[in-house]
Each structure stands twice: as C-alpha cells, then as structure tokens.
C-alpha cells in the first residue's frame, strides 16, 4: 500500500468503532452525532506528535472525547464503548474499571488545563509519548497531509474492518500506564518548561584541594634528578643563560600618548613646562644642570597584550639522536623563560601534533616520537594556521642542515608569519637564533655547548677508556689506543680520494683518503696531517660515496675482486666502521647508494644491503633490463626505470618511457635536480618530466662525462680532442665554466693542493748506540742520530759520524700480530728492549725498564715529533689532533729518550 492508502487507513474508524467522520469531514463525532472534537483540534495535536510518531488514532480520539467540557460517561457514551471495545463479554474485570478510574481523573482536571488547543495536545503528547504501538514518521507525515486536504463522508465506510478486543486491550494497557504520572503540577509544569519534572539538585561534593601553579624550575628540579633526564635538564638550564629573545621597542616618549601624571626633575627638554621658558637663558640652563627645572611626566602607555609562544619542533630522520636532546632543551628554555603562554607542537607528515612538556611522560612521548620525512615543511600549512601573526610569538626548532635544506626554506617562505624566529642546533653542540621580519634576517644569538653534559658520567668514563682491550699486548702502546693521538702524512693518490662537503653548511669538512697500503685517512685541518681511521680497507678504491648530513657512506673494493666493505663514517665525532658486504662474486658493474640501502650491480641480479649494519637484505634480478648507470636501467626496450626499496621489497619506478626520445649516456641522482638527472652523448642534460637543458657549448662532439659531484649537482665533460679541455655544467641555473682540467680530478683539485704532504723516513737497515745516542742506517747504508736542535727546540734526524756503532740490531719481520697492510719490523736487545720500525714513518721505543714510558716517533727529518705513554705530544703540531697535552721536545730527550738508551745492554 503506498504511504497515501496507509494514512486514509490510520484515520479510518473501525467496522464497530465509537465515533465516526462527521458528513463534512470538519468534525468528530460520536455514532450518535454528538462533536468529539473538530479537524483544527485533532490537527494541532498531530503535528505535536509528529516527531516521535503517531500512537493508535482510536486513543487519541478516546483522549480528545475525555478532555471535551461535555465529558461525563453517562448510560449512552459508556455503552458506545462498551460495544465498540467488547468489554461487555471480555472486559468485565480490574482492567476495565482501571481505565474508567484514568480516564475519570483526566476529565477532573481544571478546566484551564483543558480548555485551550495548545493544553490539550501537550496532555495527550504526555499520556502517549511512551506508548508502545507507534506509526513512523513517514507515515505520520502523510496522515497530517491527508487531514490538511479534508476527508469526504465515505471514509467512514471505505475500509470495512473489525477491530478485536485483543487490539482494544493492548491499546488501553499503553493509554493507562501513561495517565498513571498525569497530575494537575506535572501538566502545569510541563506547559511552562516543557520538561516532564523539575531537575534533582546537584549533589555537594567535597571542595577539591587546589594544585600548585605549575613551574618549569619546580620542574626542572625534578628532571635533576631523575637519572635518565639529568643530562637534559642541565643543558636547559645552560641555554636559559643563552636563550633569550628581544623584547618589543616599546618607547613611551616616542606619541604623547595620554594625559599628564606627574611633575619631575628630569625629562626630554620638550616636556620643560612653559613656566621655565620664561627664564633667561642662562637662568634656565643652571635650573636644568642643577635639576631644579620641572617636567611634565605623562602617563604610562597602554601596555601590549602578552604574546603567547608558539614553538615549533622537528622530529625528523635528520634530527636523530644528539639533535633531538639538543632541540628538546632548546625547547624547555624557550618555554622557561617566558612568563606568557607557551604552546608546543612538532611535525607529523602533513599534520602538527601537541607537545606536553609540563610531565615527564609528556618529554619522553616527544623523545619517543620519530618521523621519516626528510624535513617538515608538509606541516608548515597547518602550523601556520594555527598561528595568529599579530598577537603570537613563533619559534621554529630545527637542525642546521634542515634549515639549509633549499626545499625546506621553500616552503617556509611561502607559510611563515609576518615575523618568526629560527633556532638551529646541530651535533657539535652548536646554537644559533635568527630573527626574520620585513626588514630582514639578523643573528640574535650564538653559542658552542659542551653536549657530553648529556650523558651520565659513568658512560662517559667508559667512553674514554683509552686501551682497546681486544688488540694484542705485544704491539706498540700507540697501535693499542682506541683513537691514536697522532696524525701522519702519506703519499696522495689522485684516484683514492675524496673530497667531502657538509649538506648541512656547504662547507668543506675534509677529505678522504686511501693510502697504498689500504688504509683510510681523514684529512681535517689544513696545514695538518691525517688522522687514521682504519688500519685496513678490501684492495682498490672508492666504488661509491654517499653524504647525509654529518655521516659519509662509502662502498670500498674493486669490481673485479669480491672483498668489498661498506664504510660508515660520523665526520663530527669521528666514528668508523667498516661492514663487509657478503657477496662473494666478480664482475661487479656498479654501486648505487640510495635511501639508506647499497645496491651491488651485476649484470643478471642486484643485491640489496643495508647502509647502517651492512646485512643482505634482497637479491632483485635484471634478466630482462638493461644497465645504464648507477640504478638506472633501460626495462623491456620501452622505459627507462629507477630501481629502489620501499622498505620491503626492491622495485623499478617508471621514470619515462622510451618512444622515439634518445638514449642517455648517463644518469645519475642529483640534490640540486630533487631526482634524476638524464646525460645524453651531445652534452644535453633532461630533468624529468620535462625540462630539458643545454650543457656542451664549445667542446667537440661527442664530449665525453668525465666527472659527477657527489650530491650531483655538477658534471663535467671532456673534449675528445683535448681531454685538459673541460666545461664544469652546474644544473641548479644551468651555469657553463669552461676550465683546463686533468679527467678525472675536477671534483679533487682543490683537496690536491691543500693537502700538505712531508716525507716520512721509513726504510731503516739497523739500529745502534753511540755516545748515549741512538744511530739508524739508512738503506743506503748512510748514519743518522737523533739529536737535539742547536736552540733545544726540537729533536732532529742528523747526520752521524760512526758507521758501526754499539749494540747494532738489525730489523726484522715483526713477530707478533696486527691488522694492517703496513709493515712492523723489530730490533731485539739482549735486555729485552725493542725498537719497533712501523713503515707508516714512525718508530716505536719499548724500554725493559718499565718506569720508562714508550716512546713513538715520527720520523720527519727536520722535527722528530711524537706521542708518549704517560699522554703527552711533542714536537711539530702537524702530526698532533686537537685536545693533546703538548710538552717541549728537550723534555721528551732528556726524561725519556736518553733513559732508553742508557738501559740498553
């Protein structure tokens, strides 16, 4: 039945019903023509009902006949529902007589309860509202539409249909359970309030105790001493004495801004009161000497509203480890020191997440939380959003290389407010603070923190434990430190290095260097020597280096020799490792560093290891592609793909497809391009999707790509004429030098300069005694002492006159065990005393006497320089590191060089 036929059905009386439709359809009536109620009535009190759905008609109607004044169940009216309800046979019992009773007690209600419109409906809505028998609100809507249009006369006979006593007793239960909490104060009520009864007063409850004000020095107190984040809150409570950001020029005498308060003794001479004008001029200028003249004094300005502090934190990869501590202390002072209020919150993808730094589990959540983006400027929108620029105070915590990241600063200009600061930390323990405004950038502050602070003592000392327990105990003292305290010149190979720059600063933090004899050396400071980093690397050179902030990754070996190692290397603290990469096999075509992962190329398969522990993690095979260069490969003849981990599994990214565009030469990964970079052999270069570039302007076709910077930012290209001839093309605006170069050493050239190199004795046949000095033959069989400068300044190697000197010991083949390519030899005396010829250039003295400490020198002609045992340095500062207890070289010869001697048997 449609909604239409379902309504004329609702207001259908039954076959035997009490009342029918009136002939006009305006009224309803009892069957023997006395009104119930009009269509306006029985109108208003539907759409009162409306909302929560229609009870049965027949109740509303029994309701309505109840509340007419003319009420009164006389014979006639009780006998017109004794017959429609079938009481007379089956409803002779309690339950009639309860209805009766309720329905007594409605029509005893005071008239002006039941006399408007508005009182009836509300009474009704109240006896049925938790009637069980309910029509939808469909349904009720088109009931109210069909009484809206009128009802004709034969409603009353269109649906012929009996009701049951069963339907009658149902619906009088639901009609009396709601007339049983129906009382003249309950109606009354409900008419002016529209609540069904007054509210239950709100319980007392205990007063609460009130906390203590929150204080970042109560706070930090307690952090003090907490064992794990003591550290932390001492390196906050340094910055506070750094951390402090300019306050607003706010000078009141700039507008006379309000009316006089005062009369003073001092002031700007435009505030004088026009009564000292009167005096002459000297008279006035004596009153304001002797400050006897008067001011006008006006009132204080109208203070600003306090600016709340909005701080914005990172928790990128980029700020792992000592940058997190150190930006989370930033943080804390920032927030201690600022008596406004101070909202934190940290980057999350695309979103910006609360910071609680009021509790402990507060700071560790935010120490907890880690992020994979490279930086956070998918979060500046968001943030910025949250930032009201005229009344906040904002603040972005960053790590310096994040702050130098171009993208980065990208975004920040297009999101930041008006006017911002920037703090920057990095892991040297560096600070800095800038101001940006509309007048410019401007450093506010700037300070080197010692970051041990950090960490509890007991780590440190064991840090600093200077004896690797792990190496032999026959080996020089010196080869047996952790980090030896010297440094040492080599020989450079042009093919064997690398230049390293900080992505971070730009800035040249040294070079890498592999040495003959297969160690790898760091290049630091100018005018210095190189630091060793380790003793042994696999044979041949760099295959591939990659930078990331402060840590440098390199993939160490030869193609054709399966020893390979992967290199990780922390530039600022010196750390280094060296992982070998399990894949026993020749051939090798490339190495590729990317997203953390090594990939070793071979013709038919690639192997996947990962960059910081250098386990095998994926073997991907290449059957059907073919290498071009790096991780690039031409797949299936049709697109040029880009291999990479997604952290699961390899797989190839679609970069273009082929169609009827050239084939590049070469393709590399490019910092400055933010992706690949596409060489074609005429020198053009392609960034996808579509910008492409001219690179070769003058050189002879087809140039050939000689050199690729680390970051690829820059290439060269050779001419094939003159191969001196080159054109350095940087991609970031397309600029062309044209240079005179050697292939191959662009990227190096200046390292090759800078590098200052000496030379090293290191091929001794024996060594002797003569007049309480030591005698060395050289490989051609001439002598040298060693010997005091004419000043005592310095030890020097000097000529010497005796061939054949006393207690002659030829050097022989080392006997104990070491790692290394270089080569020990040692001299024995009788009493056990050695003399231990280390080809590196040094010479390592070992005495039987054990009060004498050991002695390791450098055998650099013009200034025998060297490393004692008991800690101290001496000699020339280029073979010494930074940190070492520097002591005259007279001391060293006379304290422990000469005792040595004088032991020898």
Known sequence: MSQSELARHYLTPSNSSFWVWSKSGKEIEWIDGSTIAFREEVLACLRRLQADGFAPFDMIVLMLAVLRSSWGPDATQLKFLTNAMGAGSKMRSAQWSETLTALERISNLSPDLKSSTEAKSELIAMVLEKHKLRATPELSGAVIDEVVQGFPYELNHN?????????????????????????????????????????????????????????????????????????????????????????????????????????????????LLVSELANDDDILMTRVALKEALFLRREAAVSNPPQRRMIFLDVGLRMWGLPRLFSTSVALSLAAITKNDCQM???????????????????????????????????????????????????YVLGEDVFADEEFRRMLRENHPESYYVATVNR???????????????????ALLDLDILFPKESKQVEQSLIDERLAHDLPALMRLKKNPLRLSHNVDPKRIVEITSTATGEQTGVLAITHDRRLMWWDAKKRGARQLLAEVPPGGFLCVKIDSEVVYAVSGHKDNHNRCLIWFETTTLECQRLPLDCPRNGLLDVAIHAGMVMLIFPDVVHFFHGTDGAKRKTFPVHDMTWISSRFFLVRNSFIGALSYDGISPRIENLFDIEDKRMPQKIFDSEAANGPVFLFDDGDYF????????????????????????????FVLS???????????????????????????????????????????????????????LIFRNAKGFPYRIGLSSKNERMELQPAKELLPMLNQNFEPFKGSFEGRFQLKQATWNDGSLAILDSRGMLHLRSSDNSIPELSLVLYDSNVSGWCADGTCFGDEYFHID????????????????????TLR
Not at 366 to 380: C, I, K, N, Y
Not at 883 to 902: M, Q
Request: hydrophobic share 35%; glycine share 6%.
């Open 687 to 714: 960034i996808p999707p579509d910008k492409f570039e001219k690179g070769r302007q003058s050189l002879t076709y087809p140039p050939t790509v000689s050199e690729v910077s680390l970051d690829g930012s820059q």
């Open 345 to 395: 919150l940290r980057a999350r993808g695309a979103e910006v997440a609360s910071v609680d730094f009021t509790t402990r589990d507060g700071l560790m959540e935010h120490l907890a939380a880690l992020e994979s983006e490279v930086h956070p400027g998918d979060s500046l929108p968001l943030f910025r959003r949250e930032v009201d620029s005229s009344q906040d105070e904002v603040i």
């Open 883 to 902: 940190g070492c207890e520097k002591v005259p070289a007279e001391t060293i010869y006379e304290n422990v060089l000469k005792p040595f001697v004088w």
């Open 428 to 446: 040297r323990g560096r600070f800095q603070l800038f101001s940006y405004s509309p007048r410019g950038e401007r450093l506010v502050r700037e």
């Open 159 to 271: 649906y012929e249909f009996i009701k049951s006593t069963g339907d009658w007793i149902r619906e009088l239960r639901g009609l009396c359970d709601g007339m049983v909490w129906v009382t003249e104060e309950t109606l009354r009520f409900r008419l002016e309030t529209s609540l069904a009864q007054a509210p239950l007063p709100v319980p007392e409850i205990e007063e609460l105790e009130t906390l203590p004000k929150f204080s970042f020095k109560t706070f930090l107190e307690q952090l003090e001493n907490d064992d794990e984040l003591a550290g932390l809150a001492k390196l906050t409570r340094q910055l506070m004495a750094v951390v402090h950001l300019p306050k607003q020029v706010q000078d009141e005498d700039d507008l006379p801004l309000g009316g006089v308060s005062d009369i003073s003794n001092r002031g700007p001479l435009d505030r």
């Open 719 to 773: 001419d094939p004429a003159d191969p001196y001839q080159c054109q350095v093309v940087s991609i970031a605006g397309n600029h062309v030098d044209t240079v005179r170069a050697v292939p191959g050493q662009y990227f190096v050239r200046y390292a090759l300069h800078s590098l200052r190199q000496l030379s090293l004795r290191v091929k001794l046949l024996n060594v002797g005694v003569s007049s309480g000095e």
